[in-house]
């Protein structure tokens, strides 16, 4: 029986109270509360892949329709909701490496801490010094109103279970101790030594039948293009995956709310919108009447006016000859495709519970290049599963070789508590899963150089990019291609902008603006400059080759 089951019909609420900013222990079931009855200011701390994200951003939406006011950084906030991932024991520890940082430099910081690390295993977080709340996906909702009640001081409706209560309970167990053990000894933070704990409020995932719905915008994570998650949870039971135990089974968000939020973002300005999801291609299935998913995507070209759409990630199985067609019919969908590999060894992918074989896959590369010959092809690669031989690593390594990716995803494979996968014994070593990912990491540069040097002589359709915090320069600015190409663009440009390139086969890449065909074909006309510049001085390089944003399936 999976972990996750022990937590069916428990709610968990705190017992405490914030006056002058004070966290105060109280008898009474009362919640923080802060001077003057003003909304608490607030800060989101993301981890993860783009389905965290577009949590935070609803969460984010939500906090702000309450009056809430968004700070400008963690340590001005109130409070800080901690967002986290579980995908990797790595995500783990970076969350919990998060809180000790956020708790030293603001003690009176009042941390929430929500998402999959939090439904998975929320004793152990609640056990870090500084944390006042633990708040599973099950109830991640409810995060506003625990911020009001903060502020107006009202009784909370629940009755209070503190973390010591729930570790007395054994039916309420979240983690084995075998599973705890190893943790609590090399992370001292995760250790249940008898301390004031945070207050939990978690229940069964599989309940839930509503998606926390708001796109990713630029206030959230300074993205240029919104991320839309119209599904979440699934359905699949990979051998190496918790996500469908953290997030619960596969839901949709209706085709009419879909095409709402993506009007709205088009009549906002935005160009090009990324649907996200934890199995995309799963979306409409659990509706009734049924949908299917290339049939939203028609809708979407049909019935709104969004400049460019793109998938963020999608099960193989799921590309059919009709997908891709669709596709290539129309300039507005991306030609991108980021297929989960995981593996190219017929018996690694059987272990694993994957419902395809390689030959499955290179079918899937075959029907995308027949039709989109220039489309990017990014994979997930998984190293060292339990019982990966070097033949089967070879395999993968020979397949992705000989096929035209554009890029990887490189994943050492972590223990995932209440996976299949944990209760096998047959476990790679670490230092043979850390030289296998570095070798899979080595070709993905190979394999993204690669595709940097076919698109020499082409003309791309470049979107531009805000600048992140460490890239920020007045010479150049991000771009991004439809094939998912990240380029340099020099020159003085405004985000959100499409421009026409001609991309060169210089060491640079350099890439000359289409001015003119720019005008042609309505798309914006560069800025104009305080000096004249030769069209010769346009140019774009990449970014950094080989490694896109990572976009996880889980």
């Not at 705190?14 to 919640?31: E, F, I, N, P, R």
């Not at 009709?322 to 596709?327: E, K, P, R, T, Y």
């Not at 540069?445 to 990019?465: D, N, V, Y």
């Not at 460490?470 to 663009?489: C, D, M, Q, V, Y």
Request: with cysteine.
């Amino acid at each position: 029986m999976p972990l996750h089951f022990f937590y069916s019909s428990f709610l968990f609420f705190a017992s405490a109270a914030v006056c002058g900013g004070q966290l105060l222990a109280s008898s009474s079931s009362t919640a923080l509360c802060y001077p003057n009855e003003a909304m608490p200011t607030f800060y989101i701390e993301q981890f993860g892949y783009r389905a965290t994200q577009a949590d935070g951003a609803a969460i984010e939406r939500q906090l702000l329709d309450r009056g809430c006011t968004l700070a400008s950084s963690p340590n001005a906030a109130d409070v800080v909701v901690l967002n986290t991932c579980t995908v990797t024991g790595a995500a783990d520890a970076q969350a919990r490496d998060a809180i000790r940082k956020l708790h030293a430099k603001n003690p009176r910081t009042h941390i929430i801490v929500t998402g999959c690390y939090a439904q998975r295993a929320p004793e152990e977080l609640a056990a870090l010094p500084g944390v006042s709340y633990v708040v599973g996906n099950s109830h991640k909702p409810q995060i506003p109103d625990l911020l009001s009640s903060f502020a107006l001081c009202n009784p909370l409706p629940h009755a209070f279970v503190s973390t010591d209560d729930l570790l007395r309970s054994r039916q309420l167990s979240f983690v084995a101790a075998q599973d705890a053990a190893p943790d609590s000894a090399t992370n001292p933070d995760t250790a249940y030594a008898p301390r004031k704990r945070a207050r939990i409020l978690i229940g069964d995932i599989l309940d839930q039948h509503d998606i926390l719905v708001a796109p990713v915008l630029g206030g959230e994570n300074n993205h240029t293009r919104p991320t839309l998650k119209i599904q979440d949870g699934c359905n699949n039971r990979c051998a190496f995956c918790v996500i469908p135990f953290v997030r619960g089974k596969s839901r949709s968000l209706p085709p009419e709310k879909i095409l709402d939020e993506i009007r709205q973002l088009s009549e906002s300005g935005h160009k090009e919108i990324v649907l996200s999801g934890i199995n995309l291609g799963a979306w409409g299935r659990d509706l009734s009447p049924r949908h299917h998913f290339p049939d939203l995507l028609r809708q979407i070209l049909d019935q709104t006016s969004v400049a460019r759409l793109r998938l963020s990630s999608i099960e193989p199985l799921d590309i059919t000859r009709d997908v891709v067609a669709l596709f290539a019919s129309s300039p507005r969908l991306a030609d991108h495709f980021h297929m989960p590999l995981q593996s190219a060894s017929d018996k690694i992918l059987a272990a694993m519970h994957r419902w395809y074989r390689s030959e499955h896959y290179a079918r899937r590369i075959e029907f995308i290049r027949e039709q989109l010959p220039h489309a990017a092809i990014g994979a997930d690669v998984i190293a060292g599963f339990p019982g990966e031989t070097e033949g089967d690593h070879a395999a993968t390594m020979n397949f992705i070789e000989s096929r035209p990716f554009s890029y990887l995803h490189v994943f050492s494979y972590s223990v995932r508590p209440g996976t299949r996968a944990a209760a096998l014994h047959n476990h790679v070593a670490p230092a043979t899963i850390k030289r296998r990912a570095r070798e899979l990491r080595a070709l993905s540069e190979e394999k993204s150089a690669s595709f940097h040097r076919l698109q020499s002589g082409r003309t791309l359709s470049l979107l531009t990019l805000r600048h992140s915090d460490s890239t920020g320069s007045s010479e150049w600015i991000p771009a991004l291609s439809s094939n998912f190409l990240k380029l340099r663009l020099a020159g003085s440009w405004q985000p959100n902008q499409f421009v026409d390139a001609v991309c060169s086969g210089s060491p640079q890449y350099i890439c000359a603006p289409c001015v003119q065909e720019c005008g042609e074909l309505g798309r914006p006309q560069p800025v104009e400059f305080s000096h004249r510049q030769p069209l010769e001085a346009f140019h774009c390089e990449p970014l950094k080759l080989g490694h896109p944003e990572p976009i996880r399936q889980g």
